[in-house]
């Protein structure tokens, strides 16, 4: 069975610090995976997926198959990026996610 | 824009009630998912359907059942509420062309005295 996990539940770093949100997965084929953002009285919403390869607003994260682990990444923080933070496994006949259990990102001025 | 409506942002209930979680979308997806948010725990996906009345469980389905009669329409039915099953309710949708990108509704944050 598949899992995401997600070692920090909270995570503070100073405006303008780098910040590395930290996503480790167990997945027998080949794994899809996405984080996702919630932002404070706002729904959850896609940030970014790993096929695309994309950066979204200053995100990166690159999918490591050899240490499975798929870690979010930003130079320099800022106070908007303040949210939780979900990695997501997609799978099944749905591609329905698996969610890690989440990191509450706070950035501090 | 993609927009998933659930019909109910607050409930309270008392235990053993019947309760109904509504979610409506309107693009047309067929995929359409409810899960269950709790704090240090994530999200715990309880039902998911890939088309109208075709259901699967899900990771935790036990004191839940749904519905889907209409494609842009899936419900959540708690038969018997139970205390433990206080939680915010998140449902969801997508379209099998965009695997993995789901299309979050608002929640219904459900309290079960």
């Known amino acids: 069975a598949q899992r995401v996990t997600q070692p920090e539940k909270l995570l503070s770093v100073f405006k303008g610090a780098p910040v590395e949100l930290k996503c480790n997965y167990s997945?027998?084929?080949?794994?899809?995976l996405f984080w996702y953002v919630q932002y404070s009285r706002q729904r959850l919403q896609l940030l970014l997926r790993?096929?695309s390869r994309e950066s979204i607003k200053g995100f990166t994260a690159d999918l490591n198959k050899g240490e499975t682990s798929f870690h979010l990444k930003k130079p320099f923080a800022q106070e908007e990026d303040s949210a939780m933070y979900y990695c997501?496994?997609?799978?099944?006949?749905?591609?329905?996610?698996?969610f890690g259990s989440g990191t509450q990102l706070t950035v501090l001025p | 824009d993609v927009k998933v409506t659930q019909s109910s942002r607050y409930l309270v209930k008392r235990t053993g009630e019947k309760v109904f979680l509504e979610c409506v979308q309107d693009?047309?997806?067929?995929?359409m998912f409810w899960y269950r948010q709790d704090p240090g725990l994530g999200l715990r996906l309880i039902y998911f359907?890939?088309?109208?009345?075709?259901?699967e469980k899900g990771d935790i389905p036990e004191g839940y059942s749904v519905s889907r009669e209409k494609k842009e329409r899936f419900s959540l039915i708690l038969e018997s509420a139970s205390t433990n099953q206080t939680s915010m309710y998140l449902c969801?949708?997508?379209?099998?062309?965009?695997?993995?990108?789901?299309?979050f509704g608002e929640g219904s944050r459900l309290t079960v005295l």
């Open positions: 969801a949708s997508s379209s099998p062309l965009q695997a993995g990108e789901l299309f």
């Open positions: 997945y027998s084929g080949s794994p899809e």
């Open positions: 790993h096929i």
């Open positions: 997501a496994l997609s799978s099944g006949s749905a591609r329905q996610l698996t």
């Open positions: 693009m047309d997806h067929e995929n």
């Open positions: 359907s890939y088309d109208v009345k075709m259901k």
